[in-house]
């Protein structure tokens, strides 16, 4: 505490409860404080302290009166260094730009600019807030590819100073180029003209994709095609017949219609491979 021209100052922890605070002191004897006239009693008489409060010290022989202004102040209380969470509603692979990204601080920050937010393959566009502890901006990315977003430690600060913690990083993956199909091959058997049944062919695709099934497949009549997937760009495609008597050429085709797509969403361009088998 300090007192200074009749003020005293008192300095307390963040967490007390200013509103019901005793004092405790020691004065002349037969001397009296008072507060707004009511006598006060050391170590019992309660006060809220919430605003300055007056305390009057009236001598034994009432003959002096003295106002000491008594002021209580919490200190400041520690505040965390931020923490930054990136988020975003689109997949690791996309196929729009640009991209929005969400930050969320744990504590209120200031001064989060264009040139805090670091990239690869990609730009910022200007940033907006609906709070001091809630942020978005978009990246826009330069070329097809790999790109991320991050925030660096030491990029923004809480009231204190204290500067962040590296944020998490974001990957992105944009891909605007539909897949295709590269080629349609027997598998097995291997000999043009066979009279093995069933026949399995290799379907390549030019990337990875999904919701490939054997309904997107078709053959001659009377001929079931079954599927297994190698890895996300092969599949085997085996052509099955109860048809023991038949004779001549076998073909397999993708149809035009078909819901594959690669991991950005692009669907397979509509390409159709036809492969005749004897």
Do not use: C
Not at 158 to 169: M, P, R, V, Y
């Amino acid at each position: 505490q300090t007192i200074s021209d009749n003020v005293v100052d008192i300095v307390l922890p963040s967490n007390t409860d200013v509103t019901n605070l005793i004092a405790v002191y020691e004065i002349s004897y037969g001397a009296h404080f008072f507060v707004t006239e009511l006598k006060q009693v050391s170590g019992t008489s309660s006060q809220d302290f919430t605003q300055s409060v007056f305390f009057s010290l009236l001598s034994q022989n009432e003959a002096t009166l003295v106002q000491y202004e008594i002021v209580v102040r919490l200190e400041s209380a520690q505040i965390e260094e931020p923490t930054l969470l990136l988020s975003s509603n689109s997949g690791a692979f996309v196929n729009t730009a640009p991209v929005t990204i969400n930050m969320e601080s744990n504590v209120a920050i200031t001064d989060f600019l264009l040139k805090d937010i670091k990239l690869n393959n990609a730009i910022a566009l200007p940033i907006s807030s609906t709070d001091d502890l809630n942020y978005s901006f978009q990246i826009m990315p330069l070329q097809q590819g790999f790109f991320s977003v991050f925030v660096a430690e030491n990029s923004v600060f809480n009231a204190q100073n204290k500067g962040n913690l590296s944020s998490n990083t974001l990957e992105f993956t944009y891909d605007v180029v539909n897949p295709y199909v590269v080629s349609i091959t027997r598998k097995d058997p291997t000999a043009e003209i066979t009279n093995n049944s069933p026949l399995t062919f290799t379907v390549i695709f030019s990337e990875a994709v999904d919701n490939v099934a054997s309904t997107d497949f078709e053959g001659m009549s009377g001929f079931t095609p079954t599927l297994i997937k190698e890895n996300d760009t092969e599949f085997s495609i085996t052509l099955n017949t109860n048809d023991s008597s038949f004779l001549g050429a076998v073909f397999l085709n993708i149809i035009p219609t078909n819901s594959i797509q690669d991991k950005s969403g692009n669907l397979l361009s509509n390409s159709r491979r036809n492969v005749y088998q004897n």
